[in-house]
């Protein structure tokens, strides 16, 4: 029975996972075609602004607060901050420079290697050396990826700043995470976070004179498609596969991100896929299995270990 129960866990995780890069990759295609005739800063401020007033509503309607402290809320506001509202603004900002897709998405490829770097002296958690040599891998796999697509656009250099912003900000907001202690569920998790960032971005929407949408009925589907998919799929399952499987597998997973993004990026917007991407794709994924079995030997020994 045990054994059952930990395949059908296996099976769970992995379809979660499955979904998370297919989710979290749609956050860098949509925007391509949504802001090709709109401001990015509208669509992004009507991604968030009625998906808040939503997850407010439920989550009232539910009692899923109910014992949250104001400690939590304001830790849980703090993560957003940089998670959601840092991450996507600096993100929407780079697609609209222009900036190929796969490139974008190289925010996420970089991230493990610094996440895994900064695990250690921050969190106090091993690394295996094999994972180390799956996260080395992966991340010549990306930059693979990444070369094969990069200077597919005439995004000003400048602009290149806007994706390593996007990163610094989502580290943040995970450490912040794993260091809080805080517990809350993935739903008042994400009602937090996507408050936080429609205040924020209506202040600054308004500022600007981004705030009225168009009436094309164009627009308004790729905001249901971006509160869906990018917002409420991938971040819910970000928040959860981090207390499922631990930061080092899912920040592996992030490695897949680029090439994901990079191989829909081909299909739907006609962005170069040669040779050296496809290898690309290829070390990426052995990157991750590597990681991942490394992750699941820890995983196996930490009960032998205990006291």
């Keep these: 029975m045990s054994k059952q129960i930990g395949v059908l866990r ?14 979290w990759s749609s956050g860098f295609i949509i925007p391509a075609f949504a802001t090709v005739d709109v401001d990015a800063l509208t ?24 014992g949250i402290t104001r400690r939590e809320v304001g830790t ?32 996420d490829a970089v991230q493990p290697l610094v996440v895994a770097v900064l695990v250690g002296p921050i969190l106090g958690l091993r690394v295996r050396g094999s994972q180390w040599a799956g996260l080395a891998l992966g991340a010549v796999g990306v930059l693979l990826v990444v070369r ?22 989502l580290i943040v907001g995970t450490f912040l995470q794993r ?22 971005l209506l202040v600054i929407a308004a500022a600007s004179g981004s705030l009225v949408p168009p009436a094309s009925a164009s627009f308004w589907f790729a905001v249901v498609l971006t509160a869906l998919f990018p917002t409420l799929a991938a971040y819910g399952l970000y928040w959860w596969l981090l207390r ?13 991100i680029a090439p994901a993004t990079a191989l829909a990026g081909t299909v739907l917007l006609a962005e170069p896929l040669t040779i050296v991407t496809i290898v690309g794709f290829a070390l990426c994924g052995l990157g991750v ?18 006291p």
Excluded at 246 to 255: D, M, P
């Design 289 to 306: 299995a590597i990681v991942l079995r490394g992750e699941a030997a820890t995983r196996r020994e930490e009960p032998a270990l205990a």
């Design 76 to 107: 849980q506001a703090l993560i957003g901050l940089f998670a959601q509202f840092g991450y996507c603004a600096a993100v929407y900002g780079a697609v609209a420079t222009g900036i190929a897709t796969g490139t974008v998405a190289l925010i």
């Design 179 to 200: 260091r809080s202690g805080v517990q809350t569920g993935v739903l008042v998790t994400l009602a937090i976070h996507v408050t936080v960032t429609a205040a924020l």
């Design 43 to 66: 669509l992004l401020v009507w991604r968030f602004v009625p998906l808040a007033i939503v997850l407010l509503v439920v989550v009232r309607l539910s009692g899923a607060a109910t």
């Design 148 to 169: 094969s697509q990069f200077g597919s656009s005439d995004a000003p250099l400048i602009a290149y700043l806007l994706p390593a912003t996007a990163m610094v900000c």
């Design 10 to 23: 296996a099976g769970v995780s992995v379809a979660a996972a499955v979904a998370f890069i297919v989710t």
């Design 244 to 256: 499922r499987v631990g930061i080092t597998a899912l920040n592996a997973l992030l490695f897949l």
